[in-house]
């Protein structure tokens, strides 16, 4: 059994390697369950599980049809599940126990629908595709502190129910990106005496260019968010491929695998923030630069027009 200790006092080091060990040992059982149309688990859907030890509540989070884990919910009957996968959570608490999540994104997007600029900041087999797509679009834009710092709350923000990853993710850029700190909310009803909600299409999206880093967070048809992805000027950044993808709708097709999507929320971060006291004097000039032939870019290299939220454009294809 790889799980058996010896009877000496195990260091910080073995303990940690220990736990590694077991985790993946779950994840094979469970990989192989998940091979076998999961037959011999009680629960018939491929699942993640998270017991959290402080509150004693546990978590799930399901795969879709197009084979991504959704968004953290919390656990309404822990007797739907095997004991197997409960046992797992319970034995090693605060991480997700279940199948592996490497098949996020698996296979490179088509040519056509890349960019030739890096995505900086890949998730890989971690559920880091809020922060991680946020980072690697405020690299793009210039902010590599504010990078940096998204990516250092990253595994905090991963286990965190969806408004709270929200709230800690503007949080952080107001204290680090002071200069497009807050975000301009589509979706959702901002706090202000109109009380009147803003909404955005995905043309809106699509044609609308900015050079402002924008959230996009889409849902399924059947209401659920499985994926982020972040979107500046004509390109979408994910975290689940090397490159950006242009921004069209072909784009957004391939990450939901041809599944029917409409958007849930958008935060563009276009405002600046100054802290208490301190008067920010510097603006945001940094101009819309197009990578690739986007619809809005028309006309000689002289005269380009666009329909752009900013007034400002360079096209450099």
Known sequence: DPFLTDSSEPTKASQSSSKRQKKKHYENFFNEQERNNNDGLKHKTATLMMYKSTTKEYFIRNKDSGGKFGTRLLCSNIEDYDNVLVNA???????????????????????????????????????????????????????????????????????????????????????????????????????????????????????????????????????????????????IFDSTTPLALKLCADSVKWLFREQPTEIYQVLRF??????????????????????????????????RQSDLVSGQFLCIM
Not at 136 to 155: P, Q
């Open 89 to 235: 959570v319970q034995e090693l608490p605060n991480q997700w126990i279940g199948p592996s999540v490497g098949d996020i994104g698996d296979g490179d997007a088509p040519s056509y629908l890349c960019s030739n600029i890096p995505t900086i900041h890949q998730q890989h087999s971690k559920a880091y595709c809020l922060p991680f797509s946020l980072a690697s679009t405020l690299f793009y834009c210039g902010f590599r502190l504010g990078s940096e710092a998204i990516v250092r709350i990253a595994e905090k923000v991963s286990g965190m129910l969806y408004d709270d990853a929200i709230n800690q993710v503007r949080q952080t850029m107001r204290d680090i990106v002071p200069l497009i700190g807050r975000p301009t909310l589509f979706g959702k009803r901002p706090k202000s005496h109109s009380r009147k909600m803003r909404h955005m299409t995905w043309d809106d999206l699509f044609m609308k260019v900015t050079p402002y880093p924008t959230v996009v967070v889409p849902v399924l048809s059947n209401g659920t968010a499985t994926h982020v992805f972040c979107v500046v000027d004509d390109l």
């Open 270 to 303: 276009d405002q600046k923030v100054s802290p208490k006291g301190i008067h920010i004097m510097e603006r945001y000039q940094r101009q819309v630069t197009f990578h690739w032939d986007h619809p809005s870019c028309t006309g000689t290299k002289e005269g």
